[in-house]
């Protein structure tokens, strides 16, 4: 994965575990969409959690980063698979399976990540 979107998985993961109880609200908006056979977009809740007149509590507005929008897609897909489909993801390289190439080590064909 690039630097740059590794560390916004990271910077994201954190935020989420800083956030337990925001990231409980963008899981139940991500319910009630699927409820509601309503397009899942983390970018919106994103929006929504900068809005102070929008959020059911009084600690808001939030400070979140736009680059956590597709890091929260892959979060919430990782921590609860079963919501994964109704999850758009764009395809990355990085998700895709590392290139592999047969190499020869001492007579002993091993296989190596292809750079």
Excluded: C
């Amino acid at each position: 994965m690039g630097a740059v979107k590794r560390d916004a998985m990271i910077a994201a993961r954190l935020w989420v575990t800083d956030n337990p109880v925001v990231y409980a609200w963008i899981l139940r908006w991500v319910h009630e969409d699927i409820a509601a056979n309503k397009r899942v977009s983390t970018k919106r809740y994103i929006e929504w959690l900068r809005d102070s007149n929008y959020i059911p509590w009084a600690s808001g507005p939030y400070k979140i980063d736009n680059s956590f929008s597709g890091p929260f897609n892959r979060i919430i897909a990782a921590d609860y698979p079963d919501l994964a489909p109704h999850l758009k993801m764009r395809a990355s390289k990085y998700d895709a399976p590392a290139p592999y190439k047969e190499v020869d080590l001492d007579g002993q064909r091993q296989f190596a990540i292809a750079l």
